[in-house]
């Protein structure tokens, strides 16, 4: 007989499938072992099974057999944004005692159920429930939303796959649905029904409930077989059926009739209209006391970003603003070419719409195109470019973005016309709240030294005894920032001149920009040219180190000015880059479309709050600054401040290239 060690506690289980499931021990909190038959295992504190499908039946006999509890898990009712073992759940219910669509016998969730709540959890409770529905969230959330308006005044009856578990645990079968629709029908009888069944159904790939059901293709039934997302139903909706599903759990917490057919975990509690009688466990209870138990007590959440445990409101943040990203933008996005190293980002950067390429269709008239910068395009249009926090390495080094900037008005560096970014600027709204979370967004970029490519190094030390130092921030010639966004400085020359007339005694610091230092953009003049004009010439040095050094920063339109302001240094513009013109910059040539005062809290709540998007290398998924500054802070100390050899081979051939 084998022996298992008794290292610590644990947890077995009988599935391997369970056993794969990421997270588990995150979840568990526990090491979780697979259970084989002919071991021991001495300190195994539970069996774990998956709700109560037949594999748990194993899990039932094992724990049986070795006298363990046993415990049964479940997707949470807040899982995810796509549905699949690809998408991992990022909450698990936790049952001791049953599992909550078993109406046989109680739950942990009927125990919970039991407890009463303090004012302070009622409130808790009242304020998810709001979350809930600005958040529009559900238990699965890719689908895109769908306006079902024009079929007002309609209720929503809601079928489900053939063989659901639910359905047979729930006290319910073919008859329940049956019923569902004719009470649906004669009880609301100048409405529309708007039957919502599963895509797969719809597609004949799948057996629904009323696939057969004649009374369902009556005129008066609408079907809805396409992937919508669930508050688009409900929220209009005159009330809800359902026999087992969840949608009737969201119906409640939109505020809906719901009439129920079967015996859910949130029917025969005095919320819901009941077909069947409640089983003798179940007592009436409120709204606040069901949301708490179900979704806050009963789940076990993971921090999609971080891994860690954490409450029920920071994921359905999170899952909020998954549905307000993939909602931005029409379903259908077209692009004239798609570049090979940047389909990757663009397709995490406008997940939600479907980017098509238009050398395989053509863009019917009036449809979004999405094109990198100033391209040529007719309107409407959607023009992308990096973001001003994007990454730890240069994008000319095809680093992947962690932040992209989509315009539909201009670009913020084309000066001759508004932008998006211009826009907030000039007319947002920057509410105390927006201006703190601004507030404590300087801060991190101070403390943790975050700019743009978050790359060099930190060994430059400012001139003794010098009272003065300026950095010049170099640029990249050609690019369409200087030719739209500097009335008059063209180079890089012309700026180092302009800085030592107007500076004469103080000690000037020139650094050429990262991409023409790696030999990735071409030098408009040699090294020699630069001499005259500064005292020093510095490379492969961090922005961020060298802004804790110097005294000023004089600029056409370098990002640096911008990254300089953040930092409280005072900030000379000999072009209009975005940041200038509002009050915080000294500009030799000012934008006239410019005309407000702003802090610099709200200069950066514009520019890196509302204006980019963020993608988290951790999850792939949509994020907050908050959330990059931290993963870039991360990555820049597990990593070397020079680049690495593969990298600088590449920047070798590019420069041999050249010659």
């Not at 009927?110 to 429930?129: C, V």
């Not at 709204?287 to 993971?302: G, M």
């Not at 913020?412 to 000039?426: M, N, Q, V």
Request: proline share 6%; hydrophobic share 35%; aromatic share 10%.
């Amino acid at each position: 007989m084998v022996s298992v060690s008794k290292d610590s506690d644990y947890y077995l289980t009988t599935s391997p499938a369970l056993r794969k499931l990421p997270n588990l021990e995150k979840f568990v909190r526990k090491a979780v072992k697979r259970y084989w038959h002919g071991a021991t295992f001495t300190s195994a504190e539970a069996l774990l099974a998956w709700g109560r499908k037949p594999s748990a039946a194993k899990a039932e006999a094992a724990a049986e057999k070795l006298n363990l509890p046993l415990v049964r898990l479940e997707d949470g009712f807040l899982r995810s944004v796509e549905p699949g073992a690809a998408h991992p759940p990022l909450s698990l219910l936790w049952d001791d005692l049953g599992i909550y669509y078993d109406a046989s016998q109680p739950s942990r969730l009927d125990k919970l159920l039991e407890q009463p709540l303090s004012a302070e959890q009622k409130a808790r409770a009242r304020t998810l429930i709001r979350s809930w529905r600005q958040g529009r969230v559900s238990k699965y959330n890719h689908a895109r939303e769908r306006d079902y308006r024009h079929l007002s005044p309609y209720v929503l009856v809601v079928d489900q796959t053939f063989g659901d578990a639910s359905i047979a645990f729930g006290s319910a079968d073919q008859s329940s649905f049956e019923a569902m629709l004719r009470s649906a029908v004669e009880r609301f009888p100048g409405h529309s029904i708007i039957l919502k069944t599963h895509p797969d159904v719809a597609a004949g790939r799948k057996k629904g409930y009323f696939s057969e059901s004649a009374e369902a293709h009556s005129e008066r039934v609408q079907w809805i077989g396409e992937d919508v997302h669930a508050p688009s139903l409900i929220e209009h909706a005159s009330a809800v059926f359902c026999v087992t599903s969840q949608m009737g759990f969201e119906g409640l917490l939109w505020g809906k009739p719901v009439h129920v057919f079967g015996m859910p975990f949130y029917a025969g509690r005095g919320l819901t209209e009941d077909a069947l009688p409640a089983p003798s466990f179940r007592q009436n209870t409120e709204l606040e006391s069901l949301v708490y138990a179900a979704l806050i007590q009963y789940p076990r959440y993971l921090d999609p970003e971080t891994g860690e445990h954490c409450e029920a409101e920071r994921v359905l943040e999170w899952l909020a603003l998954q549905r307000s990203m993939r909602e931005r933008f029409p379903e259908r996005l077209y692009s004239p070419r798609v570049p090979l190293w940047k389909r990757k980002a663009l397709r995490r950067f406008l997940a939600g719409s479907v980017l098509v390429d238009e050398r395989k269709e053509a863009a019917p008239e009036g449809a979004t195109r999405v094109v990198w910068g100033l391209a040529e395009s007719r309107d409407p249009v959607i023009r992308v470019e990096d973001g001003f926090i994007r990454s730890v390495g240069l994008g000319a080094d095809l680093v992947q973005p962690q932040s992209w900037v989509f315009d539909d008005v201009g670009m913020y560096y084309d000066a001759t016309r508004p932008s998006k970014l211009e826009r907030i600027l000039e007319y947002g709204d920057f509410s105390p709240g927006l201006t703190r979370r601004a507030q404590e967004v300087i801060k991190s970029l101070r403390t943790l030294g975050t700019t743009k490519y978050n790359t060099g190094l930190r060994s430059w030390s400012r001139p003794k005894g010098r009272s003065k130092v300026i950095l010049v921030p170099g640029q990249v010639e050609s690019d369409a920032s200087i030719h739209l966004g500097s009335p008059t400085i063209k180079n890089n020359i012309e700026l180092l001149k302009g800085v030592r007339e107007r500076n004469p005694e103080a000690w000037v610091v020139y650094k050429p920009h990262p991409d023409v230092v790696a030999g990735l953009r071409k030098h408009s003049s040699a090294k020699e040219e630069f001499e005259p004009w500064c005292d020093e010439l510095i490379t492969e040095q961090d922005m961020a180190h060298l802004l804790g050094q110097v005294d000023e920063v004089h600029t056409i339109t370098s990002l640096s000015g911008f990254e300089a302001l953040i930092r409280g240094l005072p900030v000379t513009c000999y072009g209009q880059p975005f940041y200038s013109g509002w009050g915080l910059t000294s500009d030799l040539y000012p934008c006239d479309r410019r005309s407000r005062i702003l802090t610099v809290e709200e200069l950066v709540a514009g520019a890196l709050i509302l204006y980019p998007s963020y993608i988290s290398n951790a999850t792939g998924c949509f994020t907050t600054v908050e959330n990059v500054i931290r993963e870039i802070g991360e990555q820049r100390a597990q990593s070397p401040t020079e680049i690495g050899g593969m990298l600088r081979f590449s920047r070798l051939l590019r420069r041999v290239w050249r010659f």
